[in-house]
């Protein structure tokens, strides 16, 4: 037993997982697999209707992000999509971009309707009250628990406590994950003890959500042992525990991160290094990502990560790093990817970069003659 940044007795009794932990893209697949099925990739044979081509000349990179994200919140064939839209949406904070998010609370997925509530909770959207307020008695459990996050965030803490028992009675173990996220960004130090019993969890996906939100709450003990995953030499264990790192934003992380960016085995977790500098207004990390956006050279030995999925993963993972690195170097690859890539969810994770990099360090960017795209 530990005390927290709050004086707090917490024992972390945390179990050894197996390894497979989403990052980026593929931990929001986890979350809207609690939500619901059918979140399978677009076909190859269907490239994405909101490619921008026509849109070149003098559209500024700001200005394409935003028309993607808007056509990607309606993206018909994958509900992955269309959370992760939303997702950017709210990382951008982009005014003119709200009304898409409240009409992702009405997606017929509830992977979507449970991405909608978490932004309109982080932006505290006033306006999207009504509608959240719905959802409190939505059939889907996990959107019920990011209808209470909203809520909370919008000064209705009324019935706050019922995400503690969603994360600690819930029969659905996905919804303990997003039970225990939500609780990490409410940011409020009585989600510590329940946070802490999650960490006895039977499902090492539970603890490793609570470890996180209690990284983020400021728990001592958690930030230690993540530290002490970074170092463990499992490509999946430290890329997490160097994004849960990342999250926490703690200026005191900075020279373990630089020591991952610069020695880790795993590019993933060089980027996820990268990602947490960037989150600490650190630049280091920006060639690596830069040429994370162009990777195609997958681990062939790596018998359950299919090479597509590795590609896919790392260029999302550069993306998101380098979003948060805000250098407006970055803004002409990132549009490249936003006119002429094939797959939405970098289209997507591009467009999403270009609005925090625009936003921290606006800079005119005009974008390139765009390349028509044609069905294979």
Known sequence: MKTDARGERVPLNRRAADGARGCGWMRLALLLAAAGAGCAAPGPADPYPATLSGRGGAATSPDLARECLRRAVVYPDNPVVRAAAVEAMAAADDETLRPRIRLALLDEHPG??????????????????????????????????????????????????????????????????NAAMLLGRLGESS?????????????????DFALEALAALGVEEARSQLHYMSHSGIGSQEAFAVGALGAARNPADAELLKEKL????????????????????NRDGLDISLKGLSFNRPRREESDDAPEAQRVRIRLMAAAALGDIGDPAALPALVRILERDEDPRLQVAAAGAILKI??????????PPPTPLTKP
């Not at 610069?262 to 989150?279: F, P, V």
């Open 191 to 207: 989600a510590v003890p329940p946070l802490a019993r999650a960490m006895r969890d039977k499902d090492p996906r539970v603890q």
């Open 262 to 281: 610069g020695n880790a085995a795993h590019l993933e977790t060089r980027l996820a290094a990268a990602r947490a500098l960037g989150r600490l207004e």
């Open 112 to 177: 979507v309707r449970f991405a909608a509530c978490a932004a309109v909770g982080d932006l505290r959207d006033e306006s999207a009250d009504a509608a959240v307020r719905k959802l409190l008695d939505d059939p889907d459990a996990s959107v019920r628990a990011a209808a209470l996050y909203a809520r909370h965030g919008l000064g209705h803490r009324e019935r706050s406590g019922e995400l503690v028992d969603l994360l600690l009675t819930h029969s659905d173990s996905l919804v303990r994950c």
């Open 358 to 367: 625009s936003r921290e360090a606006p800079a005119p960017f005009s974008s």
